[in-house]
């Protein structure tokens, strides 16, 4: 049976977590493309760095250099990051980037779309914090710093108190013409989000109240301790809006966009372009880097394409075959592996059915395959192997030599086959969802590594839909190839996909042990013990051999050489990262 926690903690936090699920990745367009089962806001996919150098193949390992703190800790926070002195020589000139979507109008708090929010006229906003970018940051990164704040402390498990910075003014448009962000604008913003219209107001969820107690000082209460709230906070949607703009018309639809980040919007077309200059009043001094951001709308792929081809687009997205035509004309072409947490191809044993209620054929089902191998060959070398639970940062993932443990060995796998079946032959349906050819190629692969140890597989391939709503929701599979849901941040995915009690766990698997670990992690605000649970949980899980990601999901950047310093964390959709990009 499907257990159901009757906690009032747990069913607090159950509420919340839906906050970080979206539809949507972290840039216009993921690679491969995710399931999209519910209709909620967001905290996401994540990326990788590329160094200084201009050649960049491989996932970045490096370790952060004294990062602030992910989650909320005990004592004050570390200060806003300080300004590093930059040489003028990299100041100056335009960067030109592509959208993939239009905007439908311009209020950021009443959209979920990053063609608004990350891609668009939102990048002219600042939030409260933000995530952290930069060379030494080593991705997928989920860790926060100040960007309207200069420091926070928690007050207690449920209480964060906030300090703005001095320096930070609204841009001077009307009608709010440079007058300093205050608390109270804060507050407005997050009541505002809140709202039951908003669809990002679950992104807030476990918001219980929040005041102005001074002109540059707030207070947040929560409902229970959360682990993830700054994650919320730090979204790219919980955007601060200044409540003159937002009471002239009663709405942003129209504008006017005025904000506080590094970016003035100067003119936008919603499906042609949005143009940008440098905010004079920035309170990060010396930032942005450029003069000029441009960011032109392309829906069509090949018009992208074209554009950047003959150097109209600075920086570009492309698939992993794309990126291997690249390299074939332009050799030794500066590219970046970007792994999105919550996309790419998950596969699935369902434990309430046969033959995966013996957890030995789970285990030799499991063993039985090789997602490096097929990562090489089917995804170009374009996807990671992993648990799939959204990670904080990338040493709170389980290390590869240890995944290595739980697949590839075929002699193990044909004993447990053997235990549990003797010679007979085990037939099994694998549903795959029909999301391209590269989804298909796996799971027709896993079917051969499974018939080599005793399995019987047979291969059905549903719609989209039907994979969506019956299979991935429903639980309507023996065993299942397709993409994970967008689950994107720790929280969410353990809540609901793991926990017994979580509304998505349809591999039947129920785990008293793991659910108290899911638990205790949720509220833990000491990064240090967090990420101990957090790694049990995940090594837990693979030895229930229910539920892994065979590719997960990487985006492939490349730019051209006159691009500098693009050290990007899409992470929450983030943007923060262009005001360090230089074209000089």
């Not at 493309?33 to 909620?40: F, I, K």
């Not at 949005?274 to 920035?282: E, I, K, L, R």
């Not at 010679?423 to 298909?440: H, Q, R």
């Not at 941040?489 to 591999?507: D, E, F, I, Q, R």
Request: proline residues 8%; hydrophobic residues 40%; negative net charge.
């Amino acid at each position: 049976m499907n257990l159901r926690p009757s906690s009032l903690v747990f069913q607090i936090m159950v509420l919340a977590v839906f906050a970080p699920i979206l539809l949507l990745s972290c840039s216009p367009e993921s690679n491969p493309p995710g399931l999209q089962p519910t209709a909620s806001a967001t905290s996401v996919a994540v990326t990788t760095v590329a160094p200084p150098e201009p050649t960049r193949t491989a996932l970045a390992t490096i370790t952060p250099a004294t990062p602030t703190a992910s989650v909320p800790t005990a004592g004050p926070s570390p200060a806003a990051s300080p300004t590093v002195p930059v040489s003028d020589s990299l100041r100056g000139g335009t960067l030109n980037l592509a959208s993939r979507q239009a905007i439908t109008h311009y209020d950021v708090q009443e959209d979920v779309s990053p063609a608004l929010s990350t891609w668009g006229p939102g990048i002219a906003y600042s939030r409260l914090l933000r995530f952290q970018s930069g060379p030494v940051v080593a991705l997928p990164s989920l860790q926060v710093e100040c960007d309207l704040c200069s420091r926070w402390s928690m007050l207690d498990d449920t209480t964060i108190a906030f300090e703005l910075r001095e320096n930070a003014v609204w841009q001077d448009i009307n009608p709010v013409n440079r007058r300093p962000v205050s608390a109270d604008d804060v507050v407005f913003s997050y009541l505002r989000q809140q709202r039951d219209e908003s669809p990002n107001a679950a992104l807030l969820n476990m918001l219980e109240s929040a005041e102005a107690i001074g002109p540059r000082t707030l207070r947040l209460s929560l409902k229970a301790p959360d682990a993830d709230f700054m994650v919320a906070l730090a979204d790219g949607h919980s955007k601060i809006v200044a409540r003159e703009a937002v009471e002239q018309t009663g709405d942003l639809t129209n504008g006017p966009t005025v904000g506080s980040g590094p970016w003035v919007l100067t003119e936008s077309r919603p499906g042609t372009r949005h143009f940008f200059s440098a905010n004079p009043d920035y309170y990060e001094e010396g930032y942005p880097l450029l003069d000029r951001l441009n960011i032109h709308v392309l829906q069509d792929a090949a018009t992208r394409d074209a554009a950047f081809q003959v150097r109209n687009i600075d920086v570009y997205q492309m698939s992993p075959p794309q990126w291997q035509e690249h390299l074939r004309g332009v050799p030794g072409a500066p590219g970046l592996f970007s792994p999105d947490q919550g996309t790419g191809l998950e596969v699935a044993l369902n434990a309430s059915s046969e033959p995966f209620q013996d957890a030995r054929l789970r285990r030799a089902a499991m063993l039985s395959m090789d997602p490096w191998a097929a990562v090489e060959d089917i995804w170009l070398g374009a996807a990671t192997v992993g648990q799939g639970v959204p990670s904080p940062a990338a040493d709170w993932l389980l290390p590869q030599d240890v995944m290595r443990t739980y697949f590839g060995d075929v002699v193990r796998a044909r004993i447990l086959v053997t235990e549990s079946r003797g010679d007979t032959s085990i037939p099994v349906t694998i549903k795959v969802g029909d999301f391209g050819e590269a989804y298909l190629r796996h799971a027709e692969r896993i079917a051969d590594e499974m018939r080599v140890v005793g399995f019987e597989p047979a291969i059905e391939v549903v719609n989209r839909r039907y994979f969506g709503e019956d299979v991935w929701l429903g639980g309507d599979y023996q065993m299942f190839a397709g993409p994970m849901a967008p689950v994107l941040s720790p929280n969410a995915y353990m809540l609901t996909v793991l926990h017994s009690g979580g509304h998505w766990n349809t591999t039947a698997v129920y785990d008293a042990n793991i659910d108290a670990l899911i638990e205790s992690q949720a509220q833990e605000l000491d990064p240090t013990k967090r990420k101990k649970i957090f790694l049990e949980v995940q090594r837990r899980a693979m030895e229930d051999s229910h539920r892994f990601v065979a590719a997960g999901g990487v985006s492939v950047w490349t730019w051209w050489p006159r691009v500098k310093q693009f050290h990007p964390n899409f992470a929450g959709f983030e943007y923060s990262h262009w005001s360090k990009v230089s074209v000089r």
